[in-house]
């Protein structure tokens, strides 16, 4: 079935639920189908994503977010209502991931920029060491 909008945290697709995403200025909630991710793939993989994007049925992004993290709260439900078989009367049930996102409080914030800071001196050092081994070897010459 193809006619399924995508929710992608990262580069991982999965398929969306009907009604499937509740996130408003502060935070919500995405609900998705599992696949065949297991529950504590999908944990660290919303724990490290940075965007949360919104696929439509063409293929193209409806909506993209880098504001939101991560709440640490993960919900999977058996047998969840997707929509009904093609005879129009059965439900179609598969099973679902229900993941809450908030917006970064102050502590997540001051967290994030550390690391950003720790790496940008990393990168710095490296920068200069390579203009050391270039000033030395042009000395050499």
């Given amino acids: 079935?193809?006619?399924i909008e995508k929710i992608k945290f990262g580069d991982q697709l999965f398929d969306l639920v009907p009604n499937g995403v509740k996130l408003g200025e502060t935070g919500g909630t995405v609900t998705?189908?599992?696949?065949?991710?297991?529950?504590?793939?999908?944990?660290?993989?919303l724990k490290a994503n940075v965007e949360i994007s919104q696929i439509a049925l063409s293929g193209n992004t409806d909506w993209a977010r880098e504001d939101l993290v991560y709440a640490k709260r993960?919900?999977?439900?058996?047998?969840?209502v997707i929509g009904k078989d093609e005879d129009?009367?059965?439900?179609?049930?598969?099973?679902?991931?229900?993941?809450?996102?908030?917006?970064?409080?102050?502590?997540?914030?001051?967290?994030?920029?550390?690391?950003?800071?720790?790496?940008?001196?990393?990168?710095?050092?490296?920068?200069?060491?390579?203009?050391?081994?270039?000033?030395l070897s042009s000395l050499e010459v």
């Fill in 74 to 80: 993960l919900t999977e439900e058996s047998d969840y």
């Fill in 1 to 3: 079935m193809n006619n």
């Fill in 32 to 45: 998705f189908q599992k696949g065949t991710a297991s529950f504590d793939q999908i944990k660290a993989l």
């Fill in 88 to 135: 129009g009367v059965a439900d179609r049930k598969a099973d679902v991931i229900i993941a809450y996102f908030k917006t970064p409080d102050l502590q997540e914030r001051v967290a994030a920029l550390e690391a950003e800071n720790a790496e940008i001196k990393k990168d710095n050092e490296s920068l200069k060491t390579t203009v050391g081994t270039l000033v």
